[in-house]
């Protein structure tokens, strides 16, 4: 019901910022039921688990942030556009991964990547020192 595409990523150096997107369509989109669902940031880094990012509920613009973003990071959403962005400055080598955009129904802020129903493919940040 619901698809999503990431876009933005790509290599800066230490310090620098980046603006990821990710655009939702399908059906969810069109019949206006976006609305009720929760979209999350994660990531992941070679040879460790996926790390929560951030989340935002649509409707409402509900936040909330992992931990080793917070103050680094802004998750934010255009209603016109179907699109969340997550604005990330002051990089770390450490925030290299591979960034995935991730969708859930039922309005349930969520910090793991269980209960997240769509995904998108991902796009690979990296970040030198």
């Known amino acids: 019901q619901v698809q999503l595409v990431e876009s933005g990523g790509g290599l800066v150096q230490a310090g620098g910022s980046l603006r990821l997107s990710c655009a939702a369509s399908?059906?969810?989109?069109?019949?206006?039921?976006?609305?009720?669902?929760?979209v999350g940031w994660f990531r992941q880094a070679p040879g460790k688990e996926r790390e929560f990012v951030a989340c935002?509920?649509?409707?409402?613009?509900?936040?909330y942030y992992g931990d080793s973003v917070k103050g680094r990071i802004t998750i934010s959403r255009d209603n016109a556009e179907n699109t969340v962005y997550l604005q990330m400055n002051s990089l770390k080598p450490e925030d290299t991964a591979v960034y995935y955009c991730?969708?859930?129904?039922?309005?349930?802020?969520?910090?793991?990547?269980?209960?997240?129903?769509?995904w998108g493919q991902g796009t690979q940040v990296t970040v030198s020192s």
């Open positions: 991730a969708a859930k129904s039922d309005g349930v802020i969520r910090t793991t990547p269980f209960g997240y129903d769509y």
């Open positions: 399908g059906r969810a989109v069109s019949e206006r039921t976006f609305s009720n669902y929760v």
């Open positions: 935002i509920r649509w409707s409402g613009g509900v936040t």
